[in-house]
């Protein structure tokens, strides 16, 4: 902190037949330059570790499925709340977790980030913890703290979460074979900078999981085939008023292959829509069928665009509180 500086001190004013003395004016502008400098400094360094981006570069991201989610944004948004609608029942393990961590995502957990690796899952959580209840449960069961970093067994042995706080707000949290795995997050990866989508909710596939992606079942199959080729394909979910659009980015090597892939979406929404007329019925806005047939698709250069309009009563449906 900086001590308060007088920007008229009296023995630098013109009163009682004292001179104003000019050469101290520099000396008196330098210290509140360095006041203004430390103080930016600080807010910059705080709102800049917060930032979605900021916290992706901490992720391994080589051939990972990247997740992020801006609980505030979809809170706000009046989204989240559809979860206290649905049907599905908690899960008596995270009822209990609550209870005794003091800790629930729909009301503490402002933003999520996570790489699912191939060698296991990566996750940075701001919001508000207590972290001495979370200490107390990881003591409870069967875990250990040593410093700030906890380490527990998940699910299985093999299955080790670690995690410590990166600052009061922000938890480093992992699931590796590695107990320590959470410590990777304390510093940027090496991967270097990525394209952050201006969406509370968006997830990037990689390549090689898109190869794999061809096996769903479903109306979903036509469309997961078209992108199996392509380097990544982000999808970003966006509130548009009454709705929330969905939107796709496919990154591909060549032009030509974004042509390709858009062409197999455009056919792959035609057929679907020409199935559901030789059915006699309407696309339904609350199923899966009825906000596939609504996808548009164009190419930009190596990139394709695609665009559904989702209607919240397929949230509510998709749920279970429709």
């Not at 299955?159 to 706080?165: H, L, Y």
């Not at 990866?189 to 990689?206: D, F, R």
Request: net charge positive.
């Amino acid at each position: 902190m900086c001590a308060p500086v007088e920007l008229y001190p009296a023995r630098l004013c013109h009163t009682s037949g004292v001179r104003y003395k000019p050469r101290a004016l520099p000396a008196v502008l330098a210290a509140i330059l360095v006041c203004l400098m430390a103080a930016g400094g600080v807010l910059w360094l705080r709102s800049r570790a917060l930032k979605p981006a900021a916290l992706l570069a901490r992720l391994p991201r080589r051939d990972a499925l990247i997740v992020c989610i801006d609980f505030d944004a979809l809170r706000r948004a009046g989204i989240l709340q559809l979860l206290d609608g649905a049907k599905v029942p908690e899960d008596p393990e995270y009822r209990s977790f609550v209870e005794q961590t003091r800790f629930d995502y729909k009301r503490d957990l402002d933003t999520a980030v996570a790489a699912f690796a191939p060698n296991g899952k990566y996750l940075l959580l701001k919001g508000r913890f207590d972290w001495k209840s979370l200490d107390a449960y990881v003591r409870g069961q069967n875990g250990a703290c040593a410093g700030s970093l906890c380490r527990m067994t998940g699910s299985a042995p093999d299955r080790r979460i670690s995690f410590f706080p990166l600052r009061s707000n922000l938890m480093a949290l992992a699931v590796s074979q590695d107990d320590s795995a959470a410590l990777r997050l304390g510093q940027p990866a090496p991967a270097g900078a990525a394209e952050i989508p201006a969406a509370p909710l968006w997830i990037t596939v990689p390549a090689s999981a898109l190869k794999s992606a061809a096996g769903l079942a479903g109306g979903a199959r036509p469309f997961a085939q078209a992108v199996e080729q392509a380097e990544s394909a982000t999808l970003a979910f966006t509130p548009d008023g009454a709705r929330i659009a969905a939107t796709l980015d496919v990154r591909c090597l060549k032009p030509e292959d974004a042509a390709a892939i858009a062409a197999q979406l455009t056919g792959a929404t035609a057929l679907l829509r020409d199935t559901i007329a030789k059915e006699n019925h309407q696309p339904n806005p609350a199923d899966l069928s009825g906000v596939l047939a609504a996808g548009v698709f164009h190419a930009e250069g190596p990139r394709v665009l695609g665009r559904w309009p989702v209607e919240r009563l397929f949230l509510q449906t998709l749920l279970g509180g429709g």
